[in-house]
């Protein structure tokens, strides 16, 4: 993994979220040309910056680092939705998903 990573990732996310690089440079309280100047590999996010980032699309570091998920605000949102679930409930889940991974 290096720093193009951290930059793909943040595209890749920023357009799934459907949101220009203006809009989150603003959203994020910078210049309206941060992310653009991230995105292009002129600049890097500090550790904070990329926390927040994190935070922006709704995602952990953990599942934003994570190269194998390809969409990892989806997948945090399926653990949060998960998490008061019965357990009869998840086994339910569980047997969706692998009938759907067969396909």
């Known amino acids: 993994m ?15 979220k459907e949101v220009s690089e203006y809009k989150m440079s603003l959203d ?19 550790l904070n910056e990329l926390l927040y980032i994190c935070e922006y699309f709704g995602v952990t570091p953990k599942q934003f680092f994570d190269e194998e998920t390809e969409e990892p605000e989806l997948v945090n949102k399926l653990l949060e939705l998960t998490r008061k679930m019965s357990s009869d409930d998840l086994n339910m889940l569980v047997s969706l998903a692998e009938r759907l991974n067969e396909k």
Do not use: T
């Open 2 to 16: 290096n720093i193009d990573f951290i930059r793909e990732r943040i595209s890749a996310l920023r357009l799934k």
């Open 28 to 46: 994020l309280g910078h210049s309206k040309s941060y992310i653009q100047s991230i995105s292009s590999g002129r600049a890097v996010p500090s």
